[in-house]
Structures are given as structure tokens and as C-alpha cells.
């Protein structure tokens, strides 16, 4: 299934920096359940706690997925937006 076209309340593209009320997890919560269809919330959970685990504890193995995959330059771009001091990262294995 594909995701619906509107744009998402978190990011808002016009505000890149989320508001303090967005940074709340109940806020973002209801965000993302009012733009995305109830069917995907399962799959998108899994998505978005896998994405967290990965950039908590296993750094290094996550920036060589986004290395591998279509558009690294986005996926690194992604992996900064949320927290992941890229470039240190990948100085600390050699790569950078």
C-alpha cells in the first residue's frame, strides 16, 4: 500500500524544525494517525521503532544501508534530521 498524497502535519516542510508541541509524543501521535491510513499503522510503527533502534545502538551498520540503497544522499539526510552525527559516525569506522 502506498501512503497518501497530502502532506503530513511532522515534518511540515514550510517549518522544518518541529515545534515544541510536536517534539511531545502524545502531539506526534495524533499527527501521523490523522495522515495515515489506519491500516498502515502497524507497518509504519514497526518502520519507525526499527529506524530508532538502529540509530540508537547500530550506527554504523544503519549508514551502510543508506550507503547501499537508491538514494544515499537522501537516506543520510534523513539519518541527520534524526540525530545521527553522520560524519562522526562515519569517521569513527574509517569510511569518512
Known amino acids: 500500500a502506498t501512503l497518501p498524497q497530502p ?10 524544525t518541529p515545534t515544541r508541541a510536536q517534539h511531545h509524543p502524545p502531539t506526534l501521535h495524533r499527527a501521523l ?3 495515515v491510513p489506519r ?3 502497524g507497518e509504519l510503527n514497526g518502520l519507525i521503532v526499527g529506524l530508532g533502534q538502529e ?7 544503519l549508514i551502510a544501508k543508506c550507503l547501499a540503497c537508491s538514494d ?3 537516506a543520510l539526510a534523513l539519518l541527520e534530521r534524526i540525530g545521527v552525527d ?3 559516525e562515519r569517521s569513527k569506522s574509517g569510511e569518512g
Open 86 to 88: 553522520v560524519a562522526r
Open 55 to 61: 540509530a540508537q545502538t547500530e550506527r554504523p551498520k
Open 33 to 35: 494517525e490523522s495522515w
Open 39 to 41: 491500516e498502515l499503522w
Open 72 to 74: 544515499p544522499p537522501a
Open 7 to 16: 502532506a503530513p502535519p511532522y515534518p511540515n516542510p514550510r517549518h522544518p
